[in-house]
């Protein structure tokens, strides 16, 4: 990416260049690096503004809505990712307002709001199956996973989980480190309140579903607390 970037400057690309940075932005937040995301994703917004590019800057404002997410500010993290879907809807990006629902879904579940995570994921969900995009559907099924083991519907949330590992498994994407732990707490959580045999059955019989009936079961509930 620093090569890649480096060239489209040289190029005189600004908008090539800024692309690139953005993704720089985001290796480092999955490198747990907050303040070298954050300076970077600065950078990417003002050039994106500079260049009046509204679905750059709509990636530079949920990516650091990222940041701030990560950072533990989710007062922020909401009020970027938010105005990161008004632009999506603006200009009509489904992949963007997917990428920004999600997102909001994960702040609403760290106010432990249960039942708006879930709603966020599953219109997410809508938009990324829509698009085609497994990766997405795989961010949501497991988003939605951790919803639901943490209001208390275990089951479900382990058959999720198996499902939504399953996919990654199948297209070659792992969560990013960054998520791995949290994902992984979710898992815990479930396995202690069902039980390991339980759990395993339950995770077993989602891994063992077709994307279309994870994504069936997803929609035929969502946490209410």
Known sequence: YTESMTRFRDAGDL???????????????????LDLARDRL??????????GDRKLTGGALTNLGLVAYHAGDLDESARLHQQALEIAELIGDPRLAAVALTNLGMVAAGRHDYAAAAGFHLRSLDLAEAAGEPRSIAENLEELAAAEAAAG??????????????????IGAPAPEAD?????DAMDHAAAALGDAAYN???????AMSVQQAVALARSGAPSV
């Open 15 to 33: 908008r090539l260049a800024t692309l690139i940075l953005g993704n720089l932005g985001v290796v480092a937040t999955n490198q747990g690096d």
């Open 42 to 51: 600065e950078e990417h917004l003002r050039n994106a503004n500079l260049l």
């Open 201 to 207: 059955e339950a995770h077993a019989a989602g891994w």
């Open 153 to 170: 519907h275990a089951a479900r949330g382990a058959t999720l989980f198996g499902a939504s590992q399953a996919l990654r498994d199948n």
């Open 180 to 184: 791995q732990a949290r994902f992984g």
